[in-house]
């Protein structure tokens, strides 16, 4: 699967291709909308463990990026057989405490975009789960990531 980088709203995203399948299907025969959610899930933390920010440098450095606030909209359904890509990128953070993912899936056998989301993260003691500030491998891992 090749995705034209014109179809994308911002450069360079980290990407994810899938299949919809049969149990993606809702009742109305089209692409249940939390599957959209699983899918953008999916990819953030994809690009996570590309960066090197795994679930095991979670635990070590006991800290995560927890998802404090997510919008989507849905813009065109998609059916089983489906291609799709989804797409993200890091928008913003203040290199402390927040940070915030913006999110795109297209098909490429049309190049239409079904769906645009964003996603705000805080990051997290894991053992207590309160706020706290991102460890250097944080600002070392997402900061090159980070949308100019």
């Not at 979670?58 to 995560?64: I, S, T």
């Amino acid at each position: 699967m090749s995705v034209k980088p014109a179809g994308w709203d911002y450069p360079q995203p980290f990407t994810l291709e899938t299949r919809v399948s049969a149990d993606d299907i809702d009742g109305l025969e089209h692409t249940n909308n939390t599957v959209y959610v699983k899918w953008c899930e999916q990819v953030a933390w994809a690009h996570s463990v590309a960066l090197g920010l795994d679930l095991e440098a979670y635990r070590r450095l006991d800290r995560a990026m927890a998802i404090t606030h997510s919008e989507y909209d849905y813009l065109q359904a998609s059916r089983a057989g489906d291609e799709l890509v989804a797409g993200t990128w890091i928008v913003s953070w203040d290199r402390k405490l927040t940070m915030e993912r913006r999110f795109q899936i297209l098909r490429p056998a049309d190049g239409l975009t079904l769906l645009r989301g964003m996603m705000r993260f805080v990051c997290i003691e894991i053992s207590s789960g309160r706020p706290r500030r991102m460890p250097p491998e944080f600002v070392a891992g997402y900061g090159p990531a980070l949308l100019d």
